[in-house]
């Protein structure tokens, strides 16, 4: 599609001259005698590029480049200037223009700059549609997982994003909790205002009242101005509590009572802010440990808690490694990169006590230290060949009266098959044997799906 250009000159000649050869360039050409005449060519047609003289009587072409710049940003503006005028066109730059012309000007040199301009402004369009597409993608596509785990997770973000309902978001460390309260902010109708988020644990606690509800001029030693909390700040967005079972006990009746009044009360005074904030708190800890251990109020907890969302540790949804080893790949620029099989069934078979960001950094250092496209299992550490899993069977430590070679063998299979999340293929790849091979033993052994963990 031919891109639009609004000429506007009042000089009938120049304009026509214009006119003449942009149109000889394929553009889709409008021209405008006066400032007020291009105005309002340019509100109906929206073009993607201004090319405007500046002295004009009436609408200044200075005037038309401030307006057409402030109704739409991404419209480029070259202006026209008379020869050894160019003091005019630095002024014009400063308003925003993108490039000028003088004249009399050279047809080629004309020719160049409009090209220029145009291929920029397709450009930007670009970076603005990916931009778009990945605030679409942010709602949820950044969660990567096909596990049953992620999907249940997705489907509340889904259905409670746009709710005010607070939600409680538990999971050991690095599973993907504040990319779960991302993904609620950024799904919400809250996504223009701010996500704030404040660490519960990493504040020293006597500085935790005022982040968090902020405080007045005078209120402490020190406090020299009125300083705004992180409630202030997050008001008409979405407040992040991370780490909330680190919140001491005495600022928890506050917390409580700034998500039931929606109000919150500045240290050092005794006024009541109104605010609209949405809360998510996530908790690595067991709250309702520290309910019995008092260490947790249980009033707070019910509030908190209205929604909750429990991310499972990577282990328990181990078929979502592969694909997130391919995201990260991508991410860190190893968009060709692919894993050899054996070294897939050992990243799949390791237990990742540090979960998606042990897995993200892992594959961050093998895309630096690799030989080649291809990541072979002899790339891995030791730590992930070695593969603890955690959970193994013991059957290896035989008992003493003996054991049965097949109920060994089922055990295995059993194993496998619970390591690679019930993954035929990947649990094959793991015992080193084709996957015909895994399906006739698991029939021999009678292992069903049934039988699956949890
Ligand atoms: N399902 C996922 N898909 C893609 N990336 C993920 C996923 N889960 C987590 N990540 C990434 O892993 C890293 C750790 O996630 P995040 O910081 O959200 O974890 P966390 O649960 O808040 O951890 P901690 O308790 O240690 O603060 C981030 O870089 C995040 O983007
Ligand atoms: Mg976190």
Known sequence: ?????????????????????????????????SGEEGLRLFAAHSPALVITDLK??????????????????ETLVIVITAFGAIETAVEAMKLGAYDYITKPFNRDALKLVVRKAVEHRGLSQENLRLKAEL?????????????????????????????????????????????VAKALHVASSRRSAPFVAINCA?????????????????????????????FQQADGGTLFLDEVGELPV???????????????EPVGGSVVQKLDV???????SDLEEAIVAGTFREDLYYRLAVIPVHLPPLRERREDI???LRHFAVKHGGAGVTFAPEAL?????????????????????????????????????????????????????????????????????????ERTGWNQTAAARFLRIPRHVLIYRMEKYDIKPQERKK
């Open 250 to 264: 005495e600022l928890q009746p506050k917390l409580l009572r700034a998500l039931q009044e929606r109000e919150v």
């Open 135 to 179: 605030t679409e993608r942010a709602d949820f596509h950044n969660i990567i997982g096909i596990s049953r785990g992620v999907a249940k997770v997705l489907d509340v973000v889904r259905k409670v994003a746009d709710s005010d309902a607070t939600v409680l978001i538990t999971g050991e460390s690095g599973t993907g909790k504040e990319l």
């Open 278 to 284: 949405r809360v998510v708190a996530a908790t690595n």
């Open 345 to 417: 069934a050992v990243l799949q078979a390791y237990v990742w006590p540090g979960n998606i960001r042990e897995l993200e950094n892992m594959v961050e250092r093998l895309l630096l230290m690799r030989n080649g496209d291809i990541i072979r299992v002899d790339e891995l550490s030791d730590k992930i060949r070695v593969g603890k899993s955690g959970k193994g069977t013991g059957v290896l430590n035989l008992p003493a009266e003996g054991y049965s070679l097949e109920q060994l063998e089922r055990e295995i299979v059993l194993e496998a098959l």
């Open 56 to 73: 004009m009587p009436g609408i200044s072409g200075f005037q038309l480049l401030e307006t057409v710049k402030k109704q739409s940003p």
């Open 202 to 230: 990493a504040i020293p606690r006597d500085l935790l009242e005022s982040e968090l509800f902020g405080h007045l001029k005078g209120a402490f030693t020190g406090a020299v101005r009125d300083k705004q909390g992180k």
């Open 322 to 324: 592969p694909l997130l």
């Open 1 to 33: 599609m031919a891109a639009k250009i609004l000429i506007v000159d009042d000089d009938t000649s120049l304009r026509r001259v214009l006119e003449y050869n942009l149109q000889e360039e394929g553009y889709e050409v409008l021209a405008a005698a």
